[in-house]
């Protein structure tokens, strides 16, 4: 339990801004009037301090008096992972699909699966700071919501799973959805993760990484994705067994003298 100080009597704009002078830059920000106050420490473990009246606090030193002061967005933890304020945003905003790359981006041992926790967390902690609770929050959540908003959900992911498949013969081939795609990428996921390093698929690679990534969709789903027939968006598509005549062009590939295969093992491919 926090000790009462009783109130700042130093008056001021309390916006947060800033330490920058000649002993300090800060990464944090502090109350406006706090910047520039005498008062004002820094302790390299509890950071910025108020040192008014130590002589009667002593080691409980004050907080920095925020006033009336209230942040226009809130910015919750997500500890033990890493969270930036463009996640924080994400979730906020019911950004599902950036909230996942974000997160992914800097926490690259986690999961897909940790990462939707980590946005249904985050969510649900800010809920608790609003008057309307979930209701208050955009609707694109669906774990939040019920049946229809994770129906909602699920075909968020099947968009998202699409849109990385697209990626892939986009940069292995130059073709936003080369064809066969929908069974050539689940087999090269699969060779990647069996065999523990990258497959080659026209001018690129198919990494243990991105693998991962588009098998835990996968998972999740239930099933891969194929175009549909306007070829604007994705439908379910279950690619196994695999047809021959696309397990021989995959075949075809590794004969090829490329860069994942050749003597100098995955030199240009990242893993």
């Excluded at 292995?172 to 080369?178: D, P, R, T």
Aim: a negative charge.
């Amino acid at each position: 339990m926090a000790l009462d100080h009783g109130s700042c009597e130093v008056d001021g704009p309390t916006d947060p801004v800033k330490v920058d002078n000649e002993w300090i830059c800060s990464k944090v920000e502090v109350p406006r009037k706090c910047s520039t106050c005498v008062h004002l420490q820094y302790d390299a473990i509890r950071g910025f301090t108020c040192s008014a009246q130590q002589a009667i606090w002593g080691w409980f030193s004050r907080g920095l008096d925020w006033g009336t002061w209230s942040p226009e967005r809130l910015y919750v933890d997500l500890a033990p992972y890493r969270a930036t304020r463009e996640m924080i945003d994400a979730a906020t905003e019911g950004r599902h699909k950036e909230f996942i790359v974000e997160f992914r981006s800097h926490n690259p041992n986690e999961s897909l699966v940790t990462a939707q926790e980590a946005y249904h967390d985050a969510r649900r902690k800010l809920a608790s700071f609003e008057p309307g609770g979930v209701a208050n929050l955009p609707v694109s959540d669906g774990a939040l919501r019920g049946e229809n908003g994770y129906a909602t959900y699920r075909t968020d992911l099947v968009q998202r799973l699409g849109e990385l498949m697209s990626q892939v013969s986009e940069d292995c081939y130059c073709a936003g959805w080369l064809g066969g795609t929908e069974y050539f990428i689940p087999e090269l996921c699969r060779r990647t993760l069996t065999g523990a390093r990258p497959q080659p698929w026209g001018h690129g690679c198919v990494t243990i990484a991105l693998a991962r990534t588009l098998c835990d969709i996968a998972e999740q789903l239930g099933h891969w994705v194929d175009t549909d027939e306007a070829s604007v968006g994705y439908v379910p598509f279950s690619p196994f067994p695999i047809p021959p005549e696309y397990i021989a062009a995959l075949d075809r590939e590794l004969e090829l003298n490329h860069p994942c295969n050749s003597a100098r093992g995955t030199e240009g491919c990242d893993t």
